[in-house]
């Protein structure tokens, strides 16, 4: 039986007594979690300027030079921290390229979702279909779920943004909006609710 992987409060527990090992474990833990975020977030105007790779290496290089500090405050839940960097990376990159007016952006719902990341979470926020009659209602459904998520205002965008496509726990999802837990869960309902809402009675078996 292969042995299990350390998980991170382990490994930070180990970077902690000087374990130089445990360090690069901990940063290759996330590679694959923080690659997906700015997948999810890189503007498509910037495809062909900006690597996603490279931001992750520049934002997981910027970590460890940073993780010292990080192990004394704990301020935030390690990913949470770390997704910072790759955070103000893509915050950057959107300023340069793409944005015409230079205004700051350091809000979750300053960068727009690119249209596929929306797709994504319409998809993720409807069930999986179980006949082909109710695929083909489901499709439709999706549709309408794409225009309804596109109509909320952007923190409740953001949430399901932040639960559904990131995998971000309620204490991460907390530590990225700046809210409390309970703000964070009471937020997640209320844009579900606004969903239903606009879409109806025969959506609501369909959504979370």
Known sequence: M????PDTEQLLE???KGDPVARQQLLARHRDRLRRMVALRLDRR????????????????AANQRLSDYLRDRPLPFYAWLRQFAW?????????????QRRSVTREE????????VVELAQRLIASATSPSRRLLREELRAR?????????????E?????????LSNSEAAAVLGIGESAVGMRHLRALERLRNLLGEDAEEDLP
Do not use: M, N, T
Not at 46 to 61: G, K, N, T, Y
Not at 88 to 100: C, D, G, N, S, T
């Open 2 to 5: 292969a042995p299990s992987r």
């Open 14 to 16: 180990r970077i902690g």
């Open 46 to 61: 910037l495809a062909a300027r900006v690597d996603p790779s490279d931001i992750v290496q520049e934002s997981l290089a």
């Open 88 to 100: 103000e990376r893509l915050a950057k990159y959107y300023e340069r390229h793409v944005r015409a």
């Open 110 to 117: 300053a960068l727009p979702l690119p249209d596929e990341s």
């Open 145 to 157: 779920v794409r225009a309804a998520l596109e109509s909320l205002k952007p923190a409740d965008r």
């Open 159 to 167: 949430v399901l943004v932040l639960r559904y496509l990131e995998g």
